[in-house]
């Protein structure tokens, strides 16, 4: 990699957020002759920008059409770009870049740190998808582990995943309540600002925390409609308000 393309990819990776580093990349990859990733980018803010300001039909209908084409010819040379890096999966392009990983996490292992932050050398990471899922319930401290991780307050966003095969519980086990204890507790600074749940199999018991304890300083949360009755939603809407959601 040249040294110009090194330096726009650590201005665009300090800024994820930021669409102009982005803009400037493609331009780059214009006047290099990388046509196709420069056309990426720009449809795929063009799309995102488009949300809000009303731009015609006519004109997010040809940005969509130009995203499928594009990736659908190059997405896998792209992906090769990328390091295989221990139990990480990379996600989809957005806004011309991967933005989110998923690692499977089944313990929190001594070289997790180091591995893990490699991460962040390749991509303008916004999401981590942290996948429990498993033969065995995850521990408490497993959690513990993820939580307690420098890295993770880079990213915007946290999703948890913990489902694991019925047959290893005992008749009215709930080891993911015990498992999520960790993220009631847990002293969050300013990221991730938002923690989504809807991939885990919750009863009403994971959040009694929230719902009779005092509120610590919690990232907005996302849960699935599922996971709760209708008496549970009602108590958890009135304590967060639109620091809660369910989809």
């Not at 199999?201 to 509120?215: E, K």
Request: proline share 6%; aromatic share 8%; with cysteine.
């Amino acid at each position: 990699m040249e040294a110009d393309e090194r330096a726009l990819l650590d201005a665009i990776i300090a800024e994820p957020d930021e669409d102009t580093p982005r803009l400037v990349y493609a331009d780059w990859l214009d006047e290099h002759s990388r046509h196709e990733r420069a056309e990426l980018i720009r449809a795929q803010i063009g799309l995102l920008r488009s949300k809000d300001d009303g731009a015609a039909i006519q004109q997010r209908n040809a940005w969509q059409a130009c995203v499928r084409v594009l990736l659908r010819a190059h997405s896998e040379r792209w992906r090769k770009e990328l390091p295989k890096v221990p139990r990480a999966r990379w996600g989809p392009f957005e806004r011309g870049m991967v933005e989110s990983v998923t690692l499977a996490i089944n313990s929190w292992y001594s070289d997790a740190d180091q591995v893990f932050m490699s991460l962040f050398g390749h991509a303008p990471l916004r999401t981590l998808r942290a996948d429990f899922s498993g033969f065995s319930p995850p521990t408490p401290g497993t959690c513990a582990g993820l939580l307690g991780w420098k890295g993770l307050r880079r990213f915007v966003e946290l999703r948890v995943a913990v489902q694991f095969h019925p047959f290893n519980l005992r008749s009215g086990e709930d080891p993911i309540s015990v498992f999520l204890a960790p993220l009631w507790t847990h002293a969050w600074a300013d990221r991730p600002q938002v923690i989504d749940l809807r991939e885990c199999d919750l009863r009403d018991d994971a959040v009694q925390p929230l719902m009779a304890g005092p509120l610590h300083r919690l990232p907005a949360l996302v849960f699935a409609q599922r996971s709760f009755g209708e008496s549970v939603r009602a108590v958890l809407t009135a304590r967060l308000g639109h620091g809660v959601r369910f989809v």
